[in-house]
């Protein structure tokens, strides 16, 4: 195997969509073209929207599918435990870190308190940005409102990437997020934190993931450094939506693997959809059988080079 060390990251909170298969497929194909090793790992940390037995029905959907990993909490492997509930010492050992270099505080203000903030711009759907009230107080306890979050308090300056599908992007993270949570009130870990901690410590050498997430990689290149650590480089896949426009959700019907295998369809002409969908091959299609394989070889991950949207098809 080469250096290269991808990974898929699922959530387990219900039915995988086709968004969330295209990623899976992308993933797959940067791992194995580049000749490496491809990670799963369960994002399992935010606990009250985990569904009971959605794991084991994601994981068994994709090897329906014919993709396979190297490591896994089904595999094993050297960099275990691969589900984020597992890890939460990780999590707090790095919070200690960054308490010790004076960057965090505790932060009791709510949505509608941080909305009202008149001077806070707009974040886009992550609402307003934090205007850094209680960055005064550090982590000294006082009187609550409410039990607080854990904030990073984000230096001033900016971060640049270049992505490896989206192309080069820039971010003041300060100035345009402000600072933000890495845990929260409830003692839930933060996305944030977890993923920077998991991918240090996993070796990732890239995070390929949905165009959703495009606006967390200042942030997380950010945290990374601040750890410590160097964060891996970002290739984020462009989102599919419905035919008229809408974003798949685990909720959409007609859209999940689930759906499809239930009606009938092969895993061969699943990934054909994908494949030509993402525009990875003409409109002749995949041989099938043998559709993946026939990907593996054919695949031009380039054709995914500045495009954030794209129609599912038929």
Not at 71 to 86: F, I, L, M, T
Not at 292 to 304: M, P, T, V, W, Y
């Amino acid at each position: 195997m080469t250096g290269y060390r991808g990974r898929f990251a699922p959530s387990p909170s219900g039915d995988l969509h086709f968004g969330s298969l295209a990623t899976a497929l992308v993933a797959w194909l940067r791992a194995r073209q580049a000749g490496g090793a491809l990670l799963m790992r369960i994002e399992d940390i935010d606990t009250p929207r985990v569904v009971v037995g959605s794991e084991l029905c994601q994981l068994a959907e994709l090897r329906w599918l014919g993709l396979d990993w190297d490591e896994g909490p089904d595999v094993g492997g050297p960099r275990a435990p691969y589900r984020q509930s597992e890890r939460t010492q990780r999590y707090e050992e790095a919070l200690a870190g960054l308490a010790a270099q004076g960057a965090l505080y505790l932060c009791d203000c709510s949505r509608s308190d941080i909305a009202g903030v008149a001077s806070a711009p707009h974040a886009g759907e992550e609402g307003p940005r934090y205007p850094g009230t209680c960055r005064p107080h550090g982590m000294r306890a006082r009187a609550w409102k409410r039990p607080p979050a854990v904030r990073l308090a984000v230096p001033e300056r900016e971060v640049r990437l270049t992505d490896a599908f989206q192309g080069p992007l820039r971010q003041n993270v300060a100035r345009e997020v402000g600072d933000f949570v890495l845990k929260r009130g409830d003692g839930i870990y933060a996305y944030q934190l977890a993923v920077v901690v998991d991918d240090l410590a996993m070796g990732i050498t890239e995070v390929v993931r949905g165009a959703d997430l495009l606006t967390s990689a200042a942030r997380q290149i950010l945290l990374a450094e601040m750890l410590g650590g160097r964060a891996p480089g970002f290739a984020h896949v462009p989102l599919l939506v419905t035919a008229d426009g809408s974003r798949l959700q685990k909720r959409s019907r007609g859209h999940t693997l689930a759906t499809e295998r239930s009606a009938g369809v092969s895993a061969d002409a699943v990934i054909d959809r994908l494949a030509r969908t993402l525009g990875l091959v003409g409109a002749q299609g995949l041989p099938q059988p043998g559709a993946l394989q026939a990907l593996r070889q054919c695949a031009d991950l380039s054709a995914l080079c500045g495009r954030g949207e794209l129609r599912l098809g038929t």
